[in-house]
């Protein structure tokens, strides 16, 4: 009887949580340093949450260890809605198929909220450099195989990066950072030779003259990066990588708060401020269901798990 009072309680006590939802801050954990694109993303987003939520939407960075440290957080918080994972397709698809163990499922510990956005990659250089074009970094890469190296803060950039090397027979050594605006400064900076990374903090430098574009991941040309060419137009084949960036939550987290969550992504992603401020990044909003971010994770770590294996790609 004991055992069935209390189920009872718990089942009444779910629709009461999803109706007074929220009534209290919200954090959102990004697994990379400030000034990476998951970053901006959300700093993008969260006055308008806030302000439409009626709470503060606050964003807490936890970088390191390819974002596991932020997902195995998150994984373990209360599944009441208040704590939310910025997740992109590194740890959610990409960590899965590189490392034989992690402290958290993708799948069975998380409830998928929304897709917030979707862009290609872009391959960026010291404007300094002397490297002008994808064909001008695989000369050099093949005549400096000690010295050619590149800035990577995230598993869907390291195995870009060695899906490069495969297609154009180069050698880079990888030199971890803690995101991806670290990665394009160390670009700036002359560090690094090389950074593949998302157009966020690529934006900025390459308007400044501060980085060289050399081509993106994407089928197209970019709308935001006319003048950059696709890896294919570069001479570079089947290197199309495009990447997403979601919102989840624990699992087990009411699915009257999943569906509040993702009705105000799928509005703010779709305020013209935010559409403009995404547009000049070089990113596309979203703003989708859950069941077609479910989908998208299962479809991705299946393809990045067939790729890290023929690359013989493993983190542990």
């Known amino acids: 009887m004991l055992r069935l009072f209390l189920a009872l309680g718990a089942a009444l006590a779910l629709p009461a949580l999803a109706q007074d939802y929220p009534n209290k801050p919200i954090r959102i954990v990004i697994g990379y340093s400030a000034g990476g694109g998951n970053d901006i993303i959300v700093r993008v987003m969260t006055p308008e949450m806030s302000k439409s ?15 596991i440290i932020a997902a195995e957080y998150v994984a373990k918080a209360p599944a009441d809605g208040y704590t939310i994972l910025m997740g992109p397709s590194g740890p959610m698809t990409i960590n899965p198929a590189t490392y034989s163990k992690l402290p958290y499922d993708p799948i069975g510990d998380f409830a998928p909220v929304s897709m917030i956005t979707t862009f290609p990659l872009i391959a960026v250089v010291s404007a300094k450099s002397d490297i002008r074009s994808i064909k001008d970094l695989i000369d050099y890469a093949k005549a400096n195989p000690g010295s050619a190296n590149y800035a990577s803060s995230a ?12 297609r154009t027979g180069t050698q880079f050594v990888m030199i971890p950072y803690k995101g ?35 081509a993106v991941t994407s089928a197209r040309r970019h709308p935001a990066f006319p003048d950059v060419p696709t890896m294919a137009e570069a001479g570079v084949n089947d290197m199309e990588v495009p ?30 401020e935010v559409r403009e401020r995404f547009a000049a990044m070089g990113i596309e909003p979203v703003g989708g ?19 890290a294996k023929a690359a013989n790609i493993r983190n542990d």
């Open 53 to 67: 939520l009626g709470q503060p939407v606050i964003v807490e960075n936890k970088p390191g260890a390819q974002s």
């Open 155 to 166: 598993g869907i950039f390291q195995i870009s990066t060695e899906l490069f090397k495969q």
């Open 180 to 214: 991806s605006g670290e990665s394009v400064q160390a670009v700036i900076g002359g560090q690094v030779t090389l950074t593949i990374v998302d157009p966020p903090p690529a934006a900025g430098p390459i308007k400044a003259g501060t980085v060289r574009p050399l």
């Open 243 to 272: 990447v997403w960036t979601a919102f989840f939550v624990p699992a087990r987290t009411p699915r009257a708060v999943v569906e509040r969550l993702q009705k105000e992504v799928a509005r703010v992603v779709r305020t013209p």
């Open 289 to 307: 269901t859950p069941e077609e971010l479910g989908r998208q994770v299962k479809s991705d770590i299946a393809k990045w798990t067939a790729v």
